[in-house]
Nanobody, 124 residues
Framework: QVQLVESGGGLVQAGDSLRLTCAAY????????LGWFRQAPGKEREFVAG????????YYADSVKGRFTISRDNSKNTLYLQMNSLKPEDTAVYYC?????????????????WGQGTQVTVSS
């Protein structure tokens, strides 16, 4: 069982930056592929970014490419999402996720383990 806890959300203005953090309580953290997803009110959950277990491969949704950066620090069991040039349409609850199969996250947009989410609100 992988426990994931997100933090770093908040209320910001368009154009601002935020960094989300996902702390994992799992000794085998470095064996898991990880991802960020988001869900806006009234919309389905959508894939945002994914990263392989060793961090060598990263993937992004077209809507965030060039603005968001996913990274991980396996020595700290932590996943990050640096979000720059935020837009009102980025407003959503952001979730981190873990799975042993990267394709589950970046292709099928599924994962075995999920955090509880952190709210990001971008005002215009």
């Amino acid at each position: 069982q992988v426990q994931l806890v997100e933090s770093g959300g908040g209320l910001v203005q368009a154009g601002d930056s935020l960094r989300l953090t996902c702390a994992a309580y799992e000794r085998a953290f470095r064996t898991y592929d990880l991802g960020w997803f988001r869900q806006a009110p009234g919309k389905e959950r959508e894939f945002v970014a994914g990263i392989s277990a060793r961090g060598g491969s990263v993937y992004y949704a077209d809507s965030v490419k060039g603005r968001f950066t996913i990274s991980r620090d396996n020595s700290k069991n932590t996943l990050y999402l640096q979000m720059n040039s935020l837009k009102p349409e980025d407003t959503a609850v952001y979730y981190c996720a873990a799975d042993l199969r990267l394709n589950s996250i970046v292709v099928f947009h599924k994962a075995d383990y999920w955090g509880q989410g952190t709210q990001v609100t971008v005002s215009s």
